[in-house]
Nanobody
Framework: QVQLVESGGGLVQAGASLRLSCAPSRLTFNNYAMAWFRQAPGKERDFVAAITRDGVGIYYADSVKGRFTISRDNAKNTVYLQMNSLKPEDTAVYYC???????????????WGQGTQVTVSS
């Protein structure tokens, strides 16, 4: 079974940085777009960032523009989310997902990771 495994979450203070990683097991992802979503308690899953298969097209939610950076290393089969200047409102479970196109719609992604918790204290 194809799985996506996220890592790098944790508890930090406001203003700190974290880098999330996502790597698939049993399948390379070089031919797919990848994205990050997040879900806070009691809220819907929200789009954070997406990157095309070649890394040329990159898209961000307005709430994270200028603070978060998505990137991928196809040689390492890994996608990253560098998160700087974290705010308490960034607190959520962060999920990576694989899809055919880099779009902000969750139902366009066919494989998801289990999520990694990011908690930002004020």
């Amino acid at each position: 079974q194809v799985q996506l495994v996220e890592s790098g979450g944790g508890l930090v203070q406001a203003g700190a940085s974290l880098r999330l990683s996502c790597a698939p097991s049993r399948l390379t992802f070089n031919n797919y777009a990848m994205a990050w979503f997040r879900q806070a308690p009691g809220k819907e899953r929200d789009f954070v960032a997406a990157i095309t298969r070649d890394g040329v097209g990159i898209y961000y939610a307005d709430s994270v523009k200028g603070r978060f950076t998505i990137s991928r290393d196809n040689a390492k089969n890994t996608v990253y989310l560098q998160m700087n200047s974290l705010k308490p409102e960034d607190t959520a479970v962060y999920y990576c997902a694989r899809g055919l196109v880099a779009v902000p719609t969750p139902n366009q992604y066919d494989y998801w990771g289990q999520g990694t918790q990011v908690t930002v204290s004020s």
